[in-house]
């Protein structure tokens, strides 16, 4: 049954919106590499991509709900003449800003424009090998590495925050130690993403590592590197990983799960505003578009009402079975739906790790225990 069937919403619908607090925004599909994993398979502009004017519009109506945090990415917003506008502007509005960004692009003179609009800004740029050829065989372009290994130490000393992000794969397996290093002696946080089977990444499954793979990673280096980084109250500071709060080890606490639907709100590059910013090609997660309707409508409207109500009773697979799933909520919808074609699907790596008998048994309900 899926998420946004008409009349069928699963809990009791909540006709009183939150106050909003983030606002996401992919501002181009273009992109100057050709990253083996990318999600979005970004390239080439669309033909009409959202102006200054409508981003402009979109944050200060976004603001006057409450939104306080906007996170921009792409493609490569870098590629966009008026990003630093658009961050001065966000800036103005009482906006923290963050970027994720390939890095080839930050030219001294460009961290230098960002930094003089804002000294609050936070960049994600993304290193996927401790060697050179590693990052540029992943991410398309040979050279890339170096420019974006240039922007990461020009960034830190300009006194940028910054996190290092690298998509986890069986090129870098035995490289995500170094790049960890590497990022805490900028002082930058280090985020490990999982390389899933969406996008570009459809065509290069032999690049997947399988649940039995990762798990070895993760009690080899990930979990015990976790735990030396650990707080007393059992959060990690300076190294992440991007992975459902029923796969780490209960002494290890997740970070913020993704707000879908109470916090947060997105627009696609072509203006398409919804649940988050990469609803470009899910109809049924979009609410509206820039110009034609107002974020204050969409956010109060019939979709982000259905989106409150769900509460993940109704997900199927071993989230239907998962203690976790009722905080969750089956993590991310848009991956979910890429990768089975339902809204209601499971998560793709909770349910890769159950077929393979590696889901924790404490994080099952007693039925699926018995």
Known sequence: MPILSAGVPFGEINTRAPALSHLALSLTQGCNLRCLHCQVDAGSTLPHEVTTQQVFQV?????????????????????????????????????????????????????????AVTSSVFLSVSLDGSRPMTHDCFRGVPGAAALTIKALERASTLGIQLQVLTVLNRMNLEEISDITKFAHGLGAEHRVLILQDIGRASGHSDLMLAPKELQAFFDRFLFPEMRRDRLPDGSVRNLHVDLPIALLPPDLKARAICNWGYGLIGMAPNGAIGLCHRVLDIDDLIGGYAGERTV??????????????????????????????????????????????????????????YEAGLFPSYALSIEEKG
């Open 296 to 353: 204050r409508e969409i956010w109060e409207s019939p979709l982000f009402h259905r989106l409150r109500a769900f509460d993940g009773r109704g997900l199927q697979g071993v989230c239907s079975r998962c203690l976790a799933a009722r905080i969750c909520r089956g993590r991310c919808r848009v991956n979910a739906y890429h990768h089975y074609g339902d809204l209601d699907a499971p998560d793709p790596i909770c349910q890769s790790f």
């Open 59 to 115: 944050v200060s109506q976004a603001t006057d709900l409450g939104a306080r945090a906007v996170s921009i990415s792409g493609g490569e917003p870098f590629l966009r003449d008026d990003l630093h506008e658009i961050v001065g502007y966000a800036t103005s509005r009482g906006c923290r800003v963050s970027i994720e960004t390939n890095g080839t692009l930050l030219t001294d003179a460009l961290l230098q424009q960002l930094t």
